[in-house]
């Protein structure tokens, strides 16, 4: 976050100058009531591989089909020579490589050259590992980076030989720095020796992944994440998990253990999108299961797996979807169970020591599952009871996650919030994808929600733009409003994540998304800022806020403003976020009641999120045009008169201190 010398358009705020209460809008912070805890895992991260989040995205590999196991098995790959694909490789759930052997002349040359994810991108002065499992009795083969797309196509400027010396499958590495930079380079290997070789998992990573593991990610894309103070990461997605059909959902089993035996899986985002269609996006399980549990922790994210309930995608089916009947859910459920014994189970059970296997002895320890994604009707209740009464039995202190259905409100929504409470979810996972008019409209959602059911779990929301390209300013400022009825009601909301999370800018296909990458370079949205600035700054208890006695969520009469208070325990501050939705500067007043002779406020800080123009957005090319701006805020006593400018988020933030 930078720090800047902040611009408040139209301020009537600066040292010892006050504004007409009388004009202003008071809002009252009780300080005296410190109301409900807010969870740490208030605000987090949803994960879900489209837009190409995952392969060509944050997992950090830039071969693509590196397995050769797409339905198309070269594709990604272009051959020279005399190449031949073979299926009776080492690994059984990826038995195909390729064979390459002599061309039969002197000036002819066998190879092929992968594509990687819209080009292969590396930096000047970077080191890259190359890998390779291989057989073939005194061979050598060359590796090379080359231009793609100019005047200096088919060019090496990486060129390494890698020597093959045994007749059994090996893995083989080498490591080299990158002399250039090149957004869209291709992998290149040719066979130099006489013989024959074998190839197969031909793999390209940056050495500096993200804490330096070798099956890595994106480091500049994790470090993003990591910068939110993310409190929970759910994964590995909603509709993914259900797939197209059952064959092709998420299936974590296959996700984990050796990277090179993880099979294909089909990406049902591939073929979804007409207008952005990609043929060759699928599923590495490279970013799998144990690495979603690995990030979590790194982050100081509860992690939070969701499983397949049986049932395939209802919308892609429209009503045809396959299914599993009731009665023969066990293999299912037992899914659900051996995933608790992967994160959670001693390394002498049979999925601990799978994890124990993978480097990770120490169990994760898995608090929350969800099951089932945005199913709906009657079919939905009746598959997640089996996984309710056996978690409920094997592990009674699971947080179990059920779903509303993919609509904020109507007829399944209705339906199943009910259904949720009789089967006794602990928490119920809702998705809202809305216009404007519907954020600027719901800043009382859950203020009268009923405090006796389950909790809210806000799985997936986000703000869309009528007409918007990517992530525009105004977006965020609405999701910004219609969080602090979030943050005022974490008695009853207790997690929240934004979704979707990245976006390629040559492979998108949903917007908008919280953050934007190309091969070499990532751009922080708006919304992520909103984000961001909200998870550093839960605090741990709501403290009411009222104007004229009531919540300030945009109603009728108070001029556009959102506003939500908390107190943070452990840094001994009050924490006041206020959004001016409205295109008008608006006077306010925040009065701290409450507050005992011997205290006072001090150390004011104000962060603003602004833009000029409420279509404004970070870019690739202009990644920094709307970041937080903070600067120090001078109080009178425990009252403060300013001026919030035209659709403006403003959080303050103020230290309670003791008078000797």
């Given amino acids: 976050m930078k720090l800047h010398k902040t611009f408040l358009a139209a301020a009537a705020f600066a040292a010892g100058m006050t504004l007409h209460a009388q004009n202003a809008s008071n809002l009252l912070i009780q300080t005296n009531k410190i109301g409900a805890e807010v969870q740490p895992t208030m605000y987090g991260l949803f994960f879900e591989d489209i837009n190409y989040a995952a392969d060509g995205g944050l997992y950090a590999e830039l071969v693509k089909n590196r397995s050769f196991e797409f339905p198309q098995n070269l594709m990604g790959w272009n051959t020279y020579g005399n190449v031949v694909l073979m299926n009776d490789g080492p690994f059984d759930q990826n038995p195909h490589y ?14 092929l050259e992968n594509e990687g994810f819209f080009g292969i991108g590396v930096k000047e002065g970077d080191e890259y590992r190359f890998s390779v499992w291989a057989r073939g009795k005194n061979q050598k083969i060359r590796v ?42 291709r992998l290149r290997i040719f066979l130099e020796t006489p013989g024959t070789v074998d190839l197969e998992h031909i793999s390209l990573f940056p050495v500096d992944t993200y804490n330096g593991h070798k099956n890595g990610l994106r480091k500049d894309l994790a470090q993003a994440l990591a910068e939110t ?23 974590w089993k296959k996700s984990v253990g050796p990277v090179e035996n993880r099979p294909l899986n089909e990406n049902r985002w591939h073929y979804t999108f007409k207008h952005r269609f990609f043929p060759d996006y699928y599923q590495s399980y490279g970013l799998g299961f144990y690495e979603y549990f690995l990030l979590s922790e790194e982050m100081g994210a509860e992690p939070l797996p969701i499983v397949s309930c049986g049932l395939s995608c209802q919308f892609q089916n429209e009503g045809e979807h396959t299914h599993v009947a009731v009665c023969d859910l066990d293999g299912y459920v037992q899914d659900a169970l051996d995933l608790i014994e992967f994160a959670n189970g001693d390394v002498n059970t049979t999925w601990g020591k799978v994890r124990a296997d993978m480097g990770h002895p120490a169990p994760f320890n898995l608090k929350y599952i969800g099951v089932g994604n945005e199913q709906w009707g009657p079919e939905y209740p009746e598959h997640l009871v089996p996984f309710v009464t056996a978690i409920r039995k094997a ?57 006796k059911g389950p909790k809210v779990f806000a799985g997936e929301y ?66 992520y800022y909103v984000q961001q600035l909200y998870s550093h700054n839960k605090g741990t208890n709501v403290v009411p806020l009222t104007m004229n006695k009531k919540p300030v969520s945009g109603q009728e009469g108070q001029n556009g403003l959102f506003a939500s208070a908390v107190w943070d325990a452990p840094t001994n501050m009050y924490i006041v976020k206020v959004v001016n939705t409205s295109d008008q500067p608006q ?17 004011g800080v104000l962060i603003t999120l602004s833009a000029d123009h409420p279509d404004l957005e970070n ?20 009252v403060l008169e300013t001026e919030i400018a035209p659709n403006t988020f403003a959080l303050y933030k103020f230290s309670k201190e003791t008078n000797s």
């Fill in 98 to 111: 390729v064979r390459l052997g002599n061309a039969g002349h002197n000036h002819k040359h066998t190879g």
């Fill in 144 to 185: 090379e980076l080359i231009k793609n797309n100019t005047m200096e196509e088919g060019q090496a400027f990486v060129a390494e030989d890698l020597n093959i010396n045994s007749d059994e499958w090996k893995q083989y590495e080498l490591t080299f720095t990158s002399p250039r930079t090149e957004p869209k380079a």
């Fill in 229 to 251: 103070n993310p409190g929970v990461f759910r994964f590995p997605g909603g509709c993914i998990v259900e797939g197209t059909d059952l064959d092709t959902r998420y299936d």
């Fill in 395 to 451: 592990y009674p202190d699971m947080l179990i996650i059920g779903s509303s259905g993919p609509d904020s409100e109507g007829k399944q929504f209705d339906y199943l919030w009910p259904e949720m409470k009789n089967i006794k979810v602990d928490l119920v996972d809702e998705h809202f994808y809305r216009p404007e008019s519907w954020f600027l409209s719901q800043g009382n959602r859950y203020d009268n929600y009923d405090r």
């Fill in 462 to 527: 986000a703000c869309h733009g009528k007409g918007k390209k990517y992530n525009h300013f105004n977006a965020a400022l609405l999701e910004a409003a219609f969080m602090t009825g979030i943050e005022r009601n974490a008695d009853i909301v207790t997690m929240a994540t934004y979704a979707p999370l990245f976006a390629h800018v040559e492979g998108w296909q949903w917007r908008p998304d919280m953050i934007w990458f190309d091969n070499l370079n990532s751009v922080r949205t708006c919304s």
């Fill in 587 to 603: 006077p306010v007043s925040l009065n701290f009641a409450g507050m005992k002779k011997n205290t006072k406020l001090a150390n």
């Fill in 619 to 638: 870019t690739i090319e202009n990644p920094n045009l709307i970041t937080p701006q903070e600067t120090a805020v001078m109080i009178d006593g425990n």
